[in-house]
């Protein structure tokens, strides 16, 4: 028997919600904020706006279909289906935090809140739900394949994300490591910076646009859905031991960036999210590349 399709509406508490349950009342949240220069009102409304949203779209799912709601924190430990239709009500950066928990599931991004996100993942409008989702789970709806990178350590963790990931230190310490191609022939240099992060085209539009724009360099950003990767170091620091020649570079769909941990503890997470991060030790050897997952996110 053929089950039919389950739609997964993700969405993140609210600051108004996060408010609420550390302050107890509205009341008791809006003196907190007025004492910080803040109203509480636009922060309710913002909350009601999401609210609505999550509503309107809960409402569009076909009443044959399963449905479930899933909050951010639980994405770990939920276990995706492959007749679902994802559905991410929120921000840009949500879609992210779930990219790395699917497995081609089609995902369809809906703006909660107009004007305030940039809308590059969340494409649609909580009114256009009631088309899309049929159309998702049929496979007619049209979807950008977009490249996902992956690292992987040498004890077999690994590690997938969607924007970038970063390799350094878990504090303001200094990362030290030896990197290079993944290739035996190639001598790596000893460095010793802030970390290195690895970003694909969707990340492109966020924080390895910012390295980018800070290295000055001429590598031609790569678009979503192109299988290249950049990667880039920062604040690499010359001494007699560590080098900086080798501090920006490409990655094609079958390269590997090879970094060789020479601190006590460096860590690798992706997408900002620093509780889901690989723990590396001295002498530990972590490969970073495109992933064979990608993000089939309707377009």
Partial sequence: MTLAPRAVLVHRTTEYEELLARHGTHGQAAFFLSSRGRSVEEVAERHHRTARALAEVAAAVPLSWRRTRLERADLDRFLFGPEDVVIVVGQDGLVANAAKYLSGQPVVGIDADPGRNPGVLVRHRAADAAKLLPAAASGRASADELTMVEAVADDTQRLLALNEIYLGPPSHQTARYRIGPDDDTYTPEPQASSGVLVGTGTGATGWLRSL??????????????????????????????????????????????????????????????ESDALELTWGQTVRVGRARERLRLVA
């Fill in 212 to 273: 980018w724009q800070q290295h000055a360099s001429t590598l031609p950003l790569p678009g979503p859905a192109e299988p290249r990767l950049l990667w880039f170091v920062r604040e690499a620091w010359p001494s007699p031991a560590t080098g900086t020649s080798q501090v920006e570079g490409s990655l094609g769909p079958a390269d590997r960036l090879r970094v060789t941990v020479e601190s006590d503890r460096l860590v690798a997470f992706g997408d900002g999210v």
